[in-house]
């Protein structure tokens, strides 16, 4: 696993040891920055359930202006900050271990917003996933014309619609799928 482009391009990256991570490959990382182009310069990124922190590191290496990674495991954030510093990566982040869940309520109380929110729950808990949508349809913590991305299982059946978020698009790669959602009033747009 390595970093696909910009400051920190071809580093290659640590996965957290043990069977509770499930790396995401150079191909979806690369589909979800294709979907979000030249407009992670400047945005601020959320990068929940972050296992070894590619995603969150990759939108840093593009220019993210900041972002914030939370995973509620010990050897995953000890992976995200060896990664992190291996990358040369000095600010522009805030590591948690975080539930998740408190961490929103957190994130909502400190007033941020996010341009960009990445979500890869853990496959193995099928309920995690409708709690995890659920939980960020109710935050006020994705901005306007912002995009909230869920990796599933294959097949995996998420809501179209909730009452402040509505799914544009979806794309399957090998065993995954990426679901992306934004806020109700921009679906129009898109």
């Known amino acids: 696993m390595r970093v696909i482009t910009g ?105 941020l917003k996010f341009k960009y929110i990445y979500t890869d729950p853990p496959f193995t808990d099928d309920a995690i996933f409708d709690k995890v949508i659920n939980a960020l349809n109710k935050a006020d913590i994705l901005t306007e014309k912002g995009i909230l991305i869920i990796r599933t299982r294959r097949k995996r059946e998420l809501p179209s619609r909730l009452s402040r978020l509505v799914k544009y698009r979806i794309n399957d790669y090998g065993e995954s799928s990426l679901h992306y959602y934004c806020l109700s009033e921009e679906a129009m747009d898109r």
């Open 7 to 111: 400051k920190a391009k071809g580093k290659r990256l640590k996965v957290p040891p043990g069977m509770n991570t499930r790396p995401v490959t150079d191909m979806i990382k690369e589909a979800i920055f294709n979907v979000i182009g030249p407009e992670i310069k400047g945005a601020a990124f959320l990068d929940l359930f972050a296992g070894s922190g590619s995603v969150g590191i990759e939108a840093l290496s593009r220019d993210a202006d900041k972002v914030i990674f939370i995973d509620n495991d010990r050897y995953a954030v000890k992976t995200i900050l060896h990664n992190l510093k291996s990358c040369g990566f000095a600010e522009g982040y805030e590591v948690y271990r975080s539930d998740v869940f408190k961490a929103i309520e957190i994130l909502q109380r400190r007033g």
